[in-house]
């Protein structure tokens, strides 16, 4: 059932996990201190000052911008200025500043990801959007569109890897009578400026975690979307299945925000983290931030030979092909 009524900030986490039970997401103001906003928005903007300058950028979000395809693959060149991109989106934020790396492992994220995914979960993505002027509207959309719908035994199924993200009807109008999957994923906002509906605030729609639905990508205008007004240092933690997406900044500033994704431990991360980090920083990673970003073993799973280990180096031992020795 979609929800009129929405979540207001809250510093009571009791308030905060109700509201994510209930709504689908919580707010949480002065996560982050003065100190610690000003440290991520210096690091932020110089960090996507020099990945423009060194043509690394990644742009979305333009009116025009028109996804192009070379030799039946995405061009990357579609994600630039030149081609409409105006949003400006830096990934992998564990390679590039202490404080995104605490982020990852802050006590909030164990309390209200926590209360969504379990006690283990690990990072899927950690991201940053700086939503600028002129950017258009993202479009709701759930970070578990890939999750197969319940179906009836022996009924056909829309193969796994055959999910795009533009729903079929069955996702759409799913059959609630089968129930509906559980959360595997959760997102961590982190505001480092404010937030509005003028400047792209994240658009919601509270309650849709529970509908079992995904929304409809052809027609969104009939929805209760909701963009929260918030100050910066504030986190807004939400349930994966919430339908979610960047609004338009017809304002003209930008609008600074790191998403942080966590998915539960079996399942695949969109950032590669464990080949992606640079191993000039593990000596310096903290038990706790090396598991979250899925060097631990679960239950098996992330092993490299034995699954008694608890923890894999980044740089593992590895038995390659043997012969015993000839006596």
Not at 81 to 101: H, P, S, T, Y
Not at 315 to 325: G, M, T, Y
Request: net charge negative; proline share 6%.
């Amino acid at each position: 059932m979609l929800l009129e009524n929405t979540p207001t900030p809250t510093k009571n986490l009791h308030k905060a996990r109700e509201d994510l039970d209930k709504y689908g997401f919580c707010l949480v103001p002065d996560a982050l201190n003065a100190e610690e906003i000003a440290t991520a928005q210096k690091r932020l903007l110089e960090q996507a000052e020099a990945e423009e300058n060194l043509g690394l950028s990644f742009r979305d979000g333009g009116d025009k911008q028109e996804v192009k395809f070379k030799e039946g693959k995405i061009d990357k060149d579609s994600f630039s200025v030149a081609n409409g991109g105006i949003n400006q989106r830096l990934w992998m934020l564990v390679n590039k500043g202490e404080c995104f790396r605490d982020m990852v492992i802050h006590p909030l994220v164990d309390e209200l990801v926590g209360h969504i995914l379990g006690q283990d979960f690990i990072l899927s993505t950690h991201s940053a959007n700086i939503a600028k002027p002129g950017g258009v509207r993202m479009g709701l959309h759930t970070d578990q569109w890939w999750m197969p719908q319940p179906v009836k035994a022996g009924e056909n199924y829309i193969k796994p890897s055959e999910i795009s993200r533009k729903a079929d009807s069955s996702f759409i109008k799913p059959d609630l009578s089968l129930g509906i999957s559980p959360p595997v994923v959760a997102n961590c906002m982190w505001m480092l400026s404010d937030f509005s509906p003028i400047n792209g605030s994240t658009e919601v729609v509270a309650g849709s975690h529970l509908t079992g639905a995904h929304p409809n990508q052809e027609d969104q205008s009939s929805y209760p979307i909701f963009q929260p007004t918030a100050e910066a240092g504030t986190l807004m933690v939400f349930d994966g299945r919430l339908w979610h997406g960047t609004g338009a900044n017809t304002g003209n500033t930008d609008r600074l925000g790191v998403l942080t994704t966590f998915c539960s431990p079996q399942f695949r991360q969109q950032e590669n983290q464990t080949l992606g980090m640079d191993r000039d920083l593990w000596k310096s990673c903290s038990d706790k931030l090396k598991e979250r970003l899925g060097f631990k073993v679960w239950n098996a799973y992330g092993r490299i030979e034995s699954s008694m280990d608890h923890l894999i180096d980044i740089e593992p031992e590895r038995i390659k092909e043997l012969k015993p020795k000839v006596k």
